[in-house]
């Protein structure tokens, strides 16, 4: 399996991005999807998952009401759309898979993907 994160840049604060994560390997409809991000000096945190069946969605409480992941198994790809982006959104978003649970926990992770960058201007 391999993931393959895009959508990051450069963007003042209040504006939107999407962040796409790409698929590649079998059964992609079997996996958990989620988004961990980074910001400078921190560590790795959970942002957002979505389950298998695309049902349920789990927030971060610093995101709740501002992004929204979803999923499009056709095409094998997650999303995370992200609204009235802040200053602390400012880090490298990271895609991630699971084959069980609610993927909240960097322990939950079986595949990650590299980084996209999100700078966020004020």
């Known amino acids: 399996v391999q993931l393959q994160a895009s959508g990051g840049g450069l963007v003042q604060a209040g504006g939107s991005l999407r962040l796409s994560c790409v698929f590649s390997g079998r059964t992609f409809s079997k996996y958990v999807m989620g988004w961990f991000r980074q910001a400078p000096g921190k560590e790795r945190v959970f942002v957002a998952s979505?389950?298998?069946?695309?049902?349920?969605?789990y927030y971060a409480d610093s995101v709740q009401g501002r992004f929204t992941i979803s999923r499009d198994d056709a095409k094998k790809t997650v999303h995370l759309q992200i609204d009235n982006l802040k200053s602390e959104d400012t880090a490298v978003y990271f895609c991630a898979s699971a084959l069980f649970g609610r993927l909240q926990r960097l322990g939950d992770v079986l595949y990650w993907g590299h980084g996209t960058l999100v700078t966020v201007s004020s």
């Open positions: 979505i389950s298998s069946s695309g049902a349920s969605t």
